[in-house]
T-cell receptor, first 113, second 114 residues
Framework: NAGVTQTPKFQVLKTGQSMTLQCAQD?????MYWYRQDPGMGLRLIYY???????DKGEVPNGYNVSRLNKREFSLRLESAAPSQTSVYFC????????????FGPGTRLTVT | KNQVEQSPQSLIILEGKNCTLQ??????????LRWYKQDTGRGPVSLTI?????NTKSNGRYTATLDADTKQSSLHITASQLSDSASYIC?????????????FGKGTSLLVTP
């Protein structure tokens, strides 16, 4: 039982490049989330998926797209990376029966130059 | 606007000492409050979760309290260890007609020194 896994762990992009961050969970959770964490800002919600087949914007969705590929996988795509997207990205999942307690992945550290 | 404020921003204590971290919130309607521990370079891990009717909950050397009337919570760490060095994040959930939302504090950075 690996919990929530994320790939890659580290990534460096040049401005304008695109990439997809991958997330998978093996806890059979319905809901999945993408956050970014910046120094002094705390965790901010980018997008979430309440269940397979649905996605909704969070607090800071601009410049990102998501895909809920199936119940296990939720990917985050940067179409044209900008230096302002330099951050640490966390994926999380949760289930209603646990009062929506979220389980976080190890994070992806992204630098855009 | 829903807000979660944590204090202090950072804290340094000697190994073996106790400490208390504070969380004040203005989230409404309140659903539950959680404390997470985040080690450097890792994702947050849940320590405790409390609903409106609970005013204290323990997890080993960690004890969280909740005063729903004053909208304050604290996390008390007893007999600190070097491994307690981490960021501690307070998260308050709300559940309204517009949906379920999590409101994150910015965290308190704790350093335990030998």
């Amino acid at each position: 039982n690996a919990g929530v896994t994320q790939t890659p762990k580290f990534q460096v992009l040049k401005t304008g490049q695109s990439m997809t961050l991958q997330c998978a969970q093996d806890m059979n959770h319905n809901s999945m989330y993408w956050y970014r964490q910046d120094p002094g800002m705390g965790l901010r919600l980018i997008y979430y998926s309440a269940s397979e087949g649905t996605t909704d914007k969070g607090e800071v969705p601009n410049g990102y797209n998501v895909s809920r590929l199936n119940k296990r996988e939720f990917s985050l795509r940067l179409e044209s990376a900008a230096p302002s997207q330099t951050s640490v990205y966390f994926c999380a999942s949760s289930a209603p029966r646990t009062a929506y307690e979220q389980y976080f992945g190890p994070g992806t550290r992204l630098t855009v130059t | 606007k829903n807000q979660v404020e944590q204090s202090p921003q950072s804290l340094i204590i000697l190994e073996g000492k106790n400490c208390t971290l504070q969380c004040n919130y203005t989230v409404s309607p309140f659903s539950n409050l959680r404390w997470y521990k985040q080690d450097t370079g890792r994702g947050p891990v849940s320590l405790t979760i409390m609903t409106f009717s609970e005013n204290t909950k323990s997890n080993g050397r960690y004890t969280a309290t909740l005063d729903a009337d004053t909208k304050q919570s604290s996390l008390h760490i007893t007999a600190s260890q070097l491994s307690d060095s981490a960021s501690y994040i307070c998260v308050v959930s709300s559940n309204s007609n517009s949906g379920y939302a999590l409101n994150f504090g910015k965290g308190t950075s704790l350093l335990v020194t030998p």
